[in-house]
């Protein structure tokens, strides 16, 4: 049996998990130490809208990519599924470490404020996977659709908070606590990667399951 919740809940923790941008703190902050403030909102701004766009685009093209390429759904969810899965075993064991770098040219740190903190490390393959998956869910379905984008709108402005306040953030986790939050979150991908293999089997093979 497939088990196929879809809500704005479903959508907004399974983005929460694969689209959070805390292994991004750490190079975010070494970039805009030695800007002032207008300039670091500019960043900001920019890695969020990175990340955004990103988002959209695999809703909205993802699957006619697919298509395209003729690689039916259920394939993809085990593809997607085994991808998840290193995602969250890399999350489980990674330790997040202060980043020193030089001071760059405002020019130098826009495009790294793109790549990599908007895309990958906000924004990357895990996540791309798990919108268009998604999305696969809420074809055809108007509310569903709503429901999938209001969950990306939520996750953009907590990205874009994150990055805002992100000095503060770190003073008050510490890199324990970001240690900590990185590894919930690689559970969370680690078990929706295990999910979408399960539903990509239950697809591929209905009487296997």
Do not use: W
């Not at 805002?164 to 979150?185: E, H």
């Amino acid at each position: 049996m497939i088990i196929n919740s879809t809500s704005y809940q479903h959508y907004l923790l399974g983005l929460f998990a694969v689209a959070n941008n805390i292994p991004a703190i750490p190079l975010y902050i070494s970039l805009i130490q030695h800007l002032n403030s207008d300039d670091q909102h500019k960043i900001c701004r920019i890695a969020t809208l990175t990340a955004f766009l990103t988002m959209t685009v695999a809703m909205f093209v993802g699957l006619g990519i697919l298509n395209f390429f003729e690689i039916s759904v259920p394939a993809f969810r085990i593809a997607g599924g085994l991808l998840l899965v290193n995602t969250g075993f890399v999350m489980l064991n990674s330790e997040q470490k202060a980043v020193s770098v030089a001071p760059l040219a405002l020019s130098k740190i826009i495009s790294t404020a793109v790549i990599p903190i908007g895309i990958p490390l906000t924004t990357g393959a895990g996540t791309m996977t798990t919108i268009i998956l998604f999305s696969e869910t809420a074809r055809d379905k108007a509310y569903l659709n709503f429901a999938l984008m209001g969950a990306i709108v939520t996750i953009t402005a907590t990205i874009y908070l994150s990055f805002r306040y992100a000095p503060k953030i770190v003073q008050l986790l510490d890199v324990t606590g970001l240690n900590v939050f990185t590894k919930i979150f690689g559970l969370i991908t680690l078990a929706l990667g295990i999910q979408f293999i399960l539903n990509g089997i239950s697809g591929a093979f209905p009487k296997l399951m």
